[in-house]
């Protein structure tokens, strides 16, 4: 086992009707005005904003809103919103949604505490950031897990590009979790959301070498539970049980819990960003369309690993290493299906790419090719341009 630190500091707040504690909640975190994020509508529709409002009303908490969020939230929005916040005064940023509502409140708490600096120059490192705003969640949606992470990503139009910060200053001081507000999910949502929780797993579980047995054990416990779980949620997502169990899997999917004492890897994220900056798409939808492309590239690496993965996650009982591994893969893959989510690019709705664009997307990934991807098979950028070719179908 690796040396590790864990520190998941937020503070969960979870189940029925615990969205009337969101006023509570932001005057014990300090806040006397807050702004409170949201996306393009699901909470208005649903009457948990006004919900929100009236229990922050209650507890004497000022407020104004930023709406229009929209999925792969967008840099200029969050930009324009934390001119809103710095003007308005407020003390703390609340976010009610799902990652894309998150994301955006985060940047504009760091916005709003580094006024004197554009966003992106937080983003990209040419400011670094030491002071943050303090950020809740009403979390609508399991999914991203940004409610308990590190991380926050954000999309440059300008540039065209979809990119992350991870820092300790990300992370949420509180988060309300309550599984009926996610009743209102298309199934689309909750599919994307259960294979996000499953990747989040597996990009800290294949690191060759990770000798963890705990990590391993809450890693596959999640997967398992997520896999089933999910399969219920699709036939009724007004199931309670099964849309607890996702979302507490979504959480600890991405607080670190299940990748302790290991490297992380996070190649599949890096190449479903570059889709998702370029066509658009859903986070989760892009990262079960170029998952079994990875897989299959690199998976001869660590044919134990993947055996491993197919008996405690799936139940495959073959001994044949090599044979184990591939019905490893064809078992995720098969789920992903199931989920009605894409396995290709064709899938994924952008059609066949010509390689200029392939070539483009692994340039992307890699930042020019700067950065080498995965543990399990050393990806530079001409690696990942033949990841994308195996998705081109
Ligand atoms: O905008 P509204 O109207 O609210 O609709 C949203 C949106 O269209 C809808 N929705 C959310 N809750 C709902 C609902 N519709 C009906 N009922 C509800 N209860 O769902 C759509 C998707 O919302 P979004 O917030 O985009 O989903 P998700 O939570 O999957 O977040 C995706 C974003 O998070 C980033 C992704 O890259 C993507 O930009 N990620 C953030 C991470 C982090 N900060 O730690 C880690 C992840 O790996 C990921 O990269
Ligand atoms: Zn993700």
């Known amino acids: ?51 929100v409002k009236a229990s922050l009303e209650k507890e004497g908490v000022s407020y104004c809103e930023w709406s229009g969020v929209q999925p792969n939230p967008r840099l200029a929005h969050a930009q324009v919103g934390c001119e809103l916040a710095v003007r308005e005064g407020v003390d703390f940023i609340l976010g009610v949604g799902g990652g894309s509502v998150i994301d955006t409140a985060k940047a504009i708490a760091h916005g709003v505490a580094n006024p004197q600096n554009p966003i992106w120059d937080i983003w990209t490192g040419k400011v670094k950031l030491t002071k943050t705003t303090p950020v809740g969640v009403v979390l609508t949606i399991s999914a991203a897990g940004s409610e308990t992470s590190d991380s926050a990503v954000l999309t440059n139009e300008e540039v065209g590009k979809k990119a992350g910060i991870n820092t300790d200053l990300n992370r949420p001081v509180f988060a309300i979790m309550n599984p009926e507000l996610t009743y209102t999910l298309p199934k689309f949502q909750i599919a994307c959301g259960v294979v996000d929780i499953m990747m989040h797993t597996l990009e800290r579980y294949f690191i060759p070498n990770s000798r963890n047995r705990m990590t391993d054990e809450i890693a596959q416990g999640l997967l398992r539970t997520v896999i089933d779980s999910g399969r219920v949620a699709m036939k009724n997502p007004s199931d309670y049980d099964a849309m607890s169990e ?43 369309a170029i998952w079994e492309a990875w897989a299959l590239y690199g998976y001869q690496n660590d044919l134990e690993r993947f055996k491993h993965y197919g008996k405690t996650v799936w139940g495959i009982e073959t001994e044949e290493p090599e044979a184990a591994a591939r019905e490893a893969i064809a078992c995720t893959v098969e789920y992903f299906r199931e989920l009605n989510m894409p396995t290709c690019l064709s899938e994924l709705g952008v059609g066949i790419q010509e390689e200029k664009v392939l070539r483009e997307l692994a340039m992307d990934a890699t930042m020019k090719d700067t950065v080498v991807l995965s543990h399990l098979r050393k990806l530079r950028a001409e690696d990942v341009y033949q990841i994308y070719v195996k998705a081109n179908h």
């Open 246 to 288: 996702i979302m507490w899997c979504g959480s600890l999917s991405h607080n670190n819990l299940t990748g302790l004492g290991r490297a992380k890897d996070f190649s599949v994220h890096k190449m479903g960003h570059a889709l998702g900056a370029r066509f658009d798409k859903a986070h989760g939808a892009t990262l079960s």
């Open 1 to 51: 086992m690796q040396n590790f630190i864990q520190y998941s500091p937020t503070e969960i707040v979870f189940g029925k009707d615990t969205q009337h504690q969101v006023g509570a909640q932001v005057k014990k975190w300090g806040g006397s005005k807050t702004l409170i994020v949201y996306g393009q509508g699901s909470v208005v529709r649903s009457g948990l904003l006004d919900q």
